[in-house]
């Protein structure tokens, strides 16, 4: 299954993410992504892959884990 | 039963039959062995292993890191070995926690087990430089090392680095980072250190601790090592107790001590206690009773979701206001938060100034909620383990505490001490 996972040092708070993948990202009162922890539904792979791509800090990323 | 009272004749005979109790760090002299040739005297040479022979050696006696997660070293050298390429060792001595005195200790009274230690894990995953990264307060050290290349005991050249007095100087990629010149903050992981670490190569870190017991164990054998402490963390460690016992300092007990016992070596409580600490300001706080039957050993102190962690005892006594103690805590492990991460950076700030309203101002209920909510936000957000265990710190305290927190809501305080009992080091 696959997650989104965040680099803290390099996100910075901007919430582009939260736009892109509504279903999945949420931002906390300082503007900081608080991402779902359940897997990345099928459906939503598409749009979690553009956010990746569209982070502008490159902090965004999909790790694959097993079970 | 202690190593404090422990005989040490710490001769290496060669054979790994000795049954002197696990302990052996301090031994009945506290005293400094600094020279040497008195190193040498007291425990002999370092036997010649190895780099396979030092992995069975930390695998059979059970071994694992003092430095507070409590890894088995063997695991550690393994994963380093396994990365491939030329590695990197580093001895971590910053101890950027405040209220824990020991891995100073160690490199005040025994440098040598420390260096020593360092040279067996080099030799264990062939590295070609080793590092000693300590407060400069140590660099008297520098002489030390010089001593022991010249005579031509230390295979492998170390460095000296300077670990600035922080709390988080210490995390392992914070380490690695400051000893290339860097700043002493953490990295984003993955990859872990022992893949990638010091420009680039796999690096082990451990802490002096553990070094220092692993060149006990290479002369003294996985049985001595095993005759003390218990079967899943075999062995003695250090406790730094402070607070209100009789003699505040470093003592050395085996896993699995009960904890009045750990205080009986510092003295004994000098007064009624309400609480005690364990494992610093990323552990957790148990109540007097908890401490009254609770042993020193990873396994029991789950049952109360403490963990021995790097040694930390604190004991409150009763008539300290345990909110302010959490205040001036809180309010220094959010002014070490490297800056970073959003919600650490952000997060332990507001946590901190919900706290100080909770034990100095007229407040309501919902500053606790308001709490509770914050730590969730903080929590499993940051590079490196600030946030959670600061979280930790702080929801172990409201509980224990939480008769002094029903009666602050109602405007009152138990407090008949004006006692500043936990350190911190503020900045500003
Ligand atoms: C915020 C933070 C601070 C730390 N500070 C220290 C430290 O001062 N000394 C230390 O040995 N380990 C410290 N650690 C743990 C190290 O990251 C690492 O796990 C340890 O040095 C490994 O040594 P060991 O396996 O011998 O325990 C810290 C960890 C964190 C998250
Ligand atoms: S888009 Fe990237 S930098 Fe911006 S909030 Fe999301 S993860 Fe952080
Ligand atoms: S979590 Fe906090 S202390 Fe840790 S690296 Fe991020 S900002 Fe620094």
């Not at chain 1, 897997?39 to 502008?56: D, T």
């Not at chain 2, 926690?97 to 995953?125: C, F, I, M, Y």
Request: include cysteine; proline fraction near 6%.
């Amino acid at each position: 299954m696959t997650r989104l996972r965040i680099d803290w040092t390099a996100c910075d708070g901007r919430g582009l993410c939260a736009e892109l993948v509504p279903e999945l990202i949420e931002r906390d009162e300082w503007g900081f992504p608080l991402i779902s922890d359940a897997a990345v539904p099928p459906g939503v792979l598409v749009h979690a892959r553009r956010a990746v791509a569209a982070c502008p800090r490159l902090a965004l990323s999909l790790q694959a884990e097993n079970a | 039963m202690t190593a404090m009272t422990q005989t040490m004749t710490g001769n290496y005979t060669g054979n790994y039959t000795g049954n002197e109790a696990a302990g052996g760090l301090i031994g009945p002299q506290p005293a400094a062995v600094l020279d040497l040739r008195g190193h040498l005297a007291q425990h002999g040479q370092l036997p010649s292993l190895g780099p396979h022979d030092v992995v069975r050696l930390a695998r059979d006696a059970g071994l694992t890191g003092h430095g507070g997660a409590g890894f088995p070293l063997w695991r550690k050298l393994e994963a380093v070995i396994n990365s491939g390429g030329r590695a990197v060792v580093v001895a971590n001595g910053a101890e950027g926690e405040p209220a824990s005195a020991k891995d100073r200790w160690l490199l005040t009274h025994r440098p040598h087990l420390v260096l020593d230690g360092l040279q067996l894990v080099a030799r264990a995953v062939r590295a070609g430089d080793a590092y000693l990264y300590a407060s400069e307060r140590h660099r008297g050290l520098d002489h030390l090392i010089a001593e022991r290349r010249a005579a031509g005991i230390d295979a492998v050249r170390v460095e000296r680095a300077a670990a600035p007095d922080r709390f988080i100087s210490g995390e392992e990629s914070a380490a690695i980072n400051s000893i290339a010149g860097g700043l002493a903050i953490p990295s984003s992981k993955p990859p872990r250190v022992v893949e990638r670490g010091l420009r680039g190569r796999p690096t082990l870190v451990s802490n002096v601790e553990t070094l220092a017991l692993l060149a006990l164990v290479a002369r003294r054998g996985p049985a001595w090592f095993r005759s003390a402490g218990t079967a899943d963390f075999p062995g003695s460690m250090l406790f730094t107790v402070g607070g209100a016992v009789r003699h505040p300092g470093v003592v050395e007990a085996p896993h699995g001590t009960p904890l009045t016992e750990v205080l009986e070596l510092a003295g004994g409580p000098t007064s009624r206690l309400q609480a005690v600490l364990l494992g610093g300001y990323h552990g957790s706080w148990l109540t007097a009773e908890e401490a009254a039957s609770a042993a020193m050993s990873r396994s029991d102190l789950a049952a109360y979701g403490a963990s021995p962690g790097a040694g930390v005892v604190v004991a409150l006594a009763e008539g300290v206001c345990g909110l302010a103690e959490l205040s001036r805590v809180m309010t220094y492990l959010a002014q070490e938060s490297a800056g970073q991460c959003g919600p650490c950076l952000n997060g332990l700030p507001r946590i901190a100034e919900q706290v100080r309203s909770l034990a100095f101002d007229g407040t309501d209920a919902a500053v606790f909620t308001e709490l509770q909510r914050l730590s969730g936000l903080v929590v499993g957000r940051g590079a490196c383990h600030h946030p959670d265990g600061s979280v930790r710190f702080l929801r172990t305290g409201l509980r224990v505490f939480a008769d002094e927190v029903a009666m602050h809501l109602d405007r009152r305080c138990t407090r008949t001490s004006d006692d500043r009992v936990l350190p911190v080091r503020m900045v500003r």
